[in-house]
Nanobody, 122 residues
Framework: QVQLVESGGGLVQAGGSLRLSCAAS????????MGWYRQAPGKQRESVAT???????NYADSVKGRFTISRDNAKNTVYLQMNSLKPEDTAVYYC????????????????WGQGTQVTVSS
């Protein structure tokens, strides 16, 4: 079974920075994509940033120019560098992975991390 373990959340003042990490463990063939989602109290979970196995990235409009997603294939880890944080970035951030379990698999399995809290004070 694949597990995703997030780290790096915390409390930061507006304008500050945080770096989230998500490490995948377990046996699988490759990632199809990894990403970060967030959910603020009373709101739906939303996509923040994604990166595919071909290094294509996509960002929510609200974080473009401030957040950067990257990954280390050797460590099966994806990162989210968050700069110029705003109070509205406060949320629980979840790591998401679409994984091709075997080389002959024809579909991706989807996994979620447990979430890490990011709180930005004004």
């Amino acid at each position: 079974q694949v597990q995703l373990v997030e780290s790096g959340g915390g409390l930061v003042q507006a304008g500050g920075s945080l770096r989230l990490s998500c490490a995948a463990s377990g046996s699988f063939f490759r990632f199809s994509a990894m990403g970060w989602y967030r959910q603020a109290p009373g709101k739906q979970r939303e996509s923040v940033a994604t990166i595919t196995n071909t290094e294509n990235t996509n960002y929510a409009d609200s974080v473009k120019g401030r957040f950067t997603i990257s990954r280390d294939n050797a460590k099966n880890t994806v990162y989210l560098q968050m700069n110029s944080l705003k109070p509205e970035d406060t949320a629980v951030y979840y790591c998401n992975a679409r994984i091709r379990k075997y080389s002959y698999s024809t579909y991706d399995n989807i996994f979620w991390g447990q979430g890490t809290q990011v709180t930005v004070s004004s």
